[in-house]
């Protein structure tokens, strides 16, 4: 499966923002999906993951209230809505699919989308 992940841009402090990873294939709604980021200088981190059927999400805890993680099996897509934006979600936001099971860990994961800029000014 290849991604396209969208939707990034700069904002300011308190914004919403809505990213998008476009999925090709026909076999989309078979993998997990998940979003991590990485800001400058630091390791990739998890952010929020989602089930096949749409039924568990997992986030993290600097996120979690903030952000909602969806997705579209029809139109083979998963969306990441960030509100409340503050500057420590600064970051280039990735999107990730997996296939065996849900996880949190970015190395479960086998297939990546090229990342999209996310910028949060104070």
Same mark, same amino acid.
């Given at each position: 499966? %290849? &991604? ?5 841009? &700069? ?8 990213? #998008?990873?476009?999925? #090709?294939?026909?076999? *989309?709604?078979?993998?997990? /999906?998940?979003? *991590? ?6 390791? @990739? ?20 209230? @903030? *952000?909602?993680?969806? @997705? ?7 969306? &990441?809505? /960030?509100? #409340? &934006? ?6 280039? $936001? ?7 099971? /849900?996880?949190?860990?970015? $190395? ?5 989308? %090229?990342?999209? %800029? ?5």
């Amino acid at each position: 499966v %290849q &991604l396209q992940a969208s939707g990034g841009g &700069l904002v300011q402090a308190g914004d919403s923002l809505r990213l #998008s990873c476009a999925a #090709s294939g026909r076999t *989309f709604s078979s993998y997990y /999906m998940g979003w *991590f980021r990485q800001a400058p200088g630091k390791e @990739r981190e998890f952010v929020a993951a989602i089930s096949r059927d749409r039924g568990t999400t997992y986030y993290s805890n600097s996120v979690k209230g @903030r *952000f909602d993680i969806s @997705r579209d099996n029809a139109r083979n897509t998963v969306y &990441l809505q /960030m509100n #409340s &934006l503050k500057p420590e979600d600064t970051a280039v $936001y990735y999107c990730a699919a997996e296939r065996s099971k /849900m996880s949190t860990s970015q $190395y479960e994961y086998d297939y990546w989308g %090229q990342g999209t %800029q996310v910028t949060v000014s104070s």
